[in-house]
């Protein structure tokens, strides 16, 4: 079950708040400020020899103490409110009397201001949804044959009609929402999770077996796939309230056959194509926007340098549990040959006791081979496929870094062709061709409101990008954690299983004589 609320494994949380601003004024700097100020009205009292009475501002020290019949009412009142008593009697702040020096400033691209994103989550913190992915069964026979798989909803989210759904869903319908979701959102600088990849051997396997029987190593895998991918859209704001998303998780019958999700249809070939062509995009395309928003080109080039010291780490530990995955199933079938060697050499042994406790090693050692086997699985689904499925974000984070390269090459090319038609409105009026002045004009307008736009549209995705990897670096530390202690209960358990059949051998293997 994977559980995306307040309540559940795969929470949505506002993640670590920045720390609250300075106070405006504290206990220190009040004092000083008043007493300076007292201090400079009584040596312009002795120069210009006034009296006491015409003194107003020492006459409002005095009657403005702690004692006062006057600051008892801004005491009752800043301890209503929650906040400091000194602070309560001090005059008024205005936003003009507030200068730069007062408050932190605040960087133009929106890297500090974290206020919008936090509500966000914090509205989604409001709602829950729970997802499952259970019970995939085979239909069809033959190459005709696919897997579909129970998908269980139960949420208050509003935008959903019912509180709790079962729908079946086969793998085909998992990559169309993806599909669609990349479509709607990835121009938008949205970072969309990735769907688990293909397998065609696995699925011919599948396919080809006679066996009715679904529980396979391939599908249960899988399935396991599967139910991370929706609970990581469920966890986006935005995201789990598409109506793609609602549809499929609500939608009763079969979706619409999404053709194109097919490895060896005509799109797949096509999409291979354009994936090539962006790849070579990347490399051969540098953005030089240095000049133009300096503190902008600054995060993104220090963010980008992150991701890919990030994607390269996250995948060189992912091969390094793949490895201790299939050492721990090796170990734990050396232990189950160890467990037969035993048994077979105590059932040959002529001392009682010592056959006795052969016996009882070959026991022993065919439980520990299940330790083996249970820890293996824990090192697979806990920590493989976790770091796996952050591969695969990972690369979704480099897909939005792209589009923004897209679009900001796009911007560029439309000031280029922008300068050409202006060259050409030159030629025109030095040539003293007037009849055309008038559609070169048109097109110059035209350009400059396309311009314009792509310039909007650059900077859209600039801000977003800031608010999806702010929320992506919040989760990803919650979901790392997380995963890590789940692993090290795993793997205490099973360790501290393993003491206590060796402490229960031991004094079988003192009592032979």
């Known amino acids: 079950m994977a559980t995306v609320g307040s309540g559940g494994d795969c929470s949505i949380g506002s993640g670590g708040r920045d720390p609250p601003p300075p106070l405006l004024f504290d206990e220190e700097n009040e004092e000083d400020m008043f007493s300076s100020s007292h201090e400079s009205l009584k040596v312009n009292q002795m120069d210009h020899g006034e009296e006491k009475d015409d003194d107003i501002f020492a006459e409002a020290k005095e009657e403005l ?21 000194k602070v309560a009697v001090l005059p008024s702040v205005t936003a003009a009397s507030v200068t730069s020096q007062s408050l932190p400033k605040q960087p133009k691209n929106g890297v500090k201001d974290i206020s919008d994103d936090l509500d966000e989550e914090e509205e989604a913190n409001k709602y829950s949804i729970e997802i499952s992915v259970t019970d995939p069964k085979k239909i069809g026979d033959g190459m005709n044959a696919y897997m579909a798989y129970k998908v269980i909803t139960k949420t208050n989210i509003p935008d959903f009609r019912n509180s709790e759904m079962e729908v079946y869903r086969r793998f085909s319908d998992f990559l169309g929402l993806h599909e669609k979701l990349v479509e709607k959102h990835l121009h938008q600088g949205r970072i969309i999770p990735p769907p688990p990849e293909k397998s065609v ?17 391939f599908v249960e895998q899988r399935r396991a796939a599967l139910e991370r991918f929706l609970c990581c859209v469920a966890k986006h704001p935005a995201l789990q309230t598409d109506p793609s998303f609602v549809d499929f998780l609500e939608l009763e019958g079969d979706l619409p056959r999404a053709t194109s999700t097919s490895a060896l249809s005509g799109a797949g070939v096509l999409r291979l194509f354009n994936r090539v062509g962006d790849s070579l995009g990347k490399m051969t395309y540098k953005m030089d926007e240095s000049d133009q928003c300096s503190e902008d080109y600054e995060w993104f080039e220090e963010k980008q340098q992150q991701v890919e010291s990030l994607d390269i780490q996250l995948k060189k530990l992912h091969s390094s549990i793949e490895t201790l995955v299939i050492n721990r199933k090796e170990l734990a079938q050396n232990t189950g040959l160890f467990a037969n060697s035993a048994a077979a050499l105590g059932s040959v042994e002529e001392h009682t006791s010592l056959s006795r406790v052969l016996s009882q090693l070959a026991e022993v050692e065919d439980k520990i081979d299940l330790l083996h086997v249970n820890q293996a699985d824990s090192d697979y689904y806990i920590l493989s496929e976790f770091v796996k499925d952050y591969v695969g974000l990972i690369q979704a984070v480099k897909d939005v870094f792209h589009e923004r390269v897209k679009l900001y090459k796009a911007w560029k090319d439309d000031e280029a062709t922008l300068t050409k038609k202006r060259e050409a409105k030159v030629r025109l009026e030095l040539t003293h061709k007037a009849d055309k002045i008038g559609s070169a004009n048109q097109e110059i307008a035209e350009w400059e409101h396309r311009v314009e736009k792509s310039q909007e549209e650059f900077q859209a995705i600039s801000k977003s990008i800031i608010k999806e ?33 060796w402490e229960t051998f031991l004094p079988e293997t003192k009592a032979i004589a």
């Not at 051997?201 to 190593?217: A, D, L, N, R």
Request: aromatic share 8%; glycine share 2%.
């Open 469 to 501: 990897l702010k929320r992506f670096e919040r989760q990803r530390l919650k979901d790392f954690r997380r995963a890590i202690i789940s692993y090290l209960e795993s793997l205490m358990e099973n360790q501290q299983q393993l003491i206590k059949y």
């Open 201 to 217: 051997i696995g699925m011919t396997k599948i396919k080809m077996s006679k066996e009715e029987s679904s529980s396979t190593e």
């Open 65 to 85: 103490s702690l004692d006062s019949p006057e600051n008892d009412w801004s005491q009752s009142t800043a301890k209503t409110e929650g906040l400091p008593q």
